[in-house]
Nanobody, 127 residues
């Protein structure tokens, strides 16, 4: 059974940094596009960004609100995708989810569908 587990969330001050991890179990993350999403209280889900499968080119795509501050990368040996977040703002607060979609030779795009989701990890940016 395909599982995704996020970790690394927590409380951080504005301007601080966090690194979230998304570990895959039961499948090879390298064959999947991985998307990162977040949901703030009372708001809809927002796509943060994505990374294409390694069989494609590991290219990344980011939402406008996080460009230049967030970076997505993967370590296939650890079957893990990372979301590094810098210059955090209070509006970055929310539950962060990773999601996976099998994808060979096709770059990830904003707005794509994902079939497999993790349980989420809470990020709170506050002084």
């Amino acid at each position: 059974q395909l599982q995704l587990v996020e970790s690394g969330g927590g409380l951080v001050q504005p301007g601080g940094s966090l690194r979230l991890s998304c570990v895959g179990a039961g499948f090879s993350l390298g064959d999947y596009s991985i998307g990162w999403f977040r949901q703030a209280p009372g708001k809809g889900r927002e796509e943060v960004g994505c990374i294409s499968s390694s069989s494609t080119d590991d290219s990344t795509n980011y939402g406008d609100s996080v460009k230049g501050r967030f970076t997505i990368s993967r370590d296939n040996h650890k079957n893990t995708v990372f979301l590094e977040m810098h210059s955090l703002k209070p509006e970055d607060t929310g539950i962060y989810y990773c999601a996976a979609q099998f994808s060979l030779y096709s770059p990830c795009v904003h707005g794509a569908q994902y079939d497999n989701w993790g349980q989420g990890t809470q990020v709170t940016v506050s002084s």
